[in-house]
């Protein structure tokens, strides 16, 4: 592996969206989300550029137990389901478009849920990532619709206890599940946030709204890859939304004030009825709206 190469950490209790996160970062959906424990390996996942794709999994003592040239999430599934893999590299191509040339260099290091109870090797996986990249910073996912569990506030005294001075970047994800009609809205829970983990020793937290899911849709519909029925009416949903709304996620965020001027700058055409709907300016915009792209400003900002 290229040792310019960056790495960040990316860290969550189970079923707050961190798969998803990762997919929506790539533009594809490489590997395996859903409600329950999806993450059992530690999966290294390196956006090269003048590099091919490539696949490998290795065993617990460290040997090549199988490897591919092609990338697909059911050939990662199966590793992730497979006992005699601890560990998988991919390499995807950087294909020099915007949708994912910010991660060109950068490594993200999928770590297993360290709060499943059903399997304390998801947990030593965990701390073993963490105790091998110290310097690395962590992109931490948080689920709005569950905040402030103990699962959390586990794992996050874990890295605390393991690494203190490790940095964090906070995403507080599926906002978009938030009932807002009742008060549920984006700043609100940012406030709720910032005042759990200051209480579990991190203060002035940045802390991103996100949209994992939807960010994800949009960058697979600027892919050309085609959509599901259910993934076209969430898009829709929520692109009807964004068009009134287009700054409401980037105006809760809790980071500095520059990225979000930077942000708000791209979706003030939005606000001003100046972009054709479904368009590719307008799904980037919404891939702005996501807070997607505030994750990844905050990733080269702190790696």
């Not at 592996?1 to 990762?22: D, P, R, Y």
């Not at 424990?37 to 530690?42: E, G, L, N, W």
């Not at 068009?243 to 003030?268: C, G, I, Y």
Request: hydrophobic share 40%; glycine share 4%; net charge positive.
């Amino acid at each position: 592996m290229n040792k310019k190469t960056k790495f960040i950490l990316v860290a969550a209790s189970m079923s707050a969206g961190k798969s998803s996160l990762i997919n929506a970062l790539l533009g594809k959906e490489l590997l395996p989300a859903g409600n329950e424990a999806t993450t059992a390996k530690v999966a290294r996942i390196t956006v090269g550029a003048k590099a091919k794709p490539s696949a490998k999994a290795y065993s617990h003592s460290g040997s090549i137990v199988a490897s591919s040239n092609t990338l697909c999430a059911e050939q990662m599934r199966t590793w992730n389901r497979s006992d005699e893999v601890s560990a998988f590299d991919v390499v995807i191509p950087h294909s020099g478009s915007k949708l994912h040339s910010m991660l060109a260099g950068y490594t993200l290091i999928d770590t297993p849920g360290a709060n499943n109870n059903r399997d304390d090797r998801h947990k030593e996986q965990f701390i073993s990532a963490i105790k091998a990249y110290p310097k690395s910073p962590i992109l931490y996912v948080l689920n709005a619709t569950q905040l402030g569990t103990n699962d959390d506030a586990e794992i996050i005294r874990t890295i605390r206890d393991i690494n203190p001075r490790q940095r964090i970047i906070f995403a507080l994800n599926k906002v978009d599940a938030l009932d807002e009609e009742k008060g549920e809205n984006a700043k609100h829970y940012v406030s709720l946030a910032s005042t759990y983990l200051a209480n579990l020793g991190y203060y002035n937290a940045k802390i991103i709204p996100l949209m994992a899911q939807s960010a994800l849709i949009a960058k697979k519909s600027l892919n050309q890859i085609d959509l599901g029925r259910t993934e076209r009416n969430i898009l829709r949903t929520e692109l009807e939304r964004f068009r009134e709304h287009p700054f409401h996620f980037n105006s809760a965020a809790a980071v500095p004030q520059v990225l979000k001027k930077n942000v708000r700058k791209r979706l003030t055409k939005i606000s001003k009825g100046k972009m054709t709907e479904m368009s590719r300016e307008e799904l980037h915009a919404f891939v702005d709206y996501t807070g997607l792209s505030t994750v990844s400003s905050l990733i080269m900002d702190v790696a």
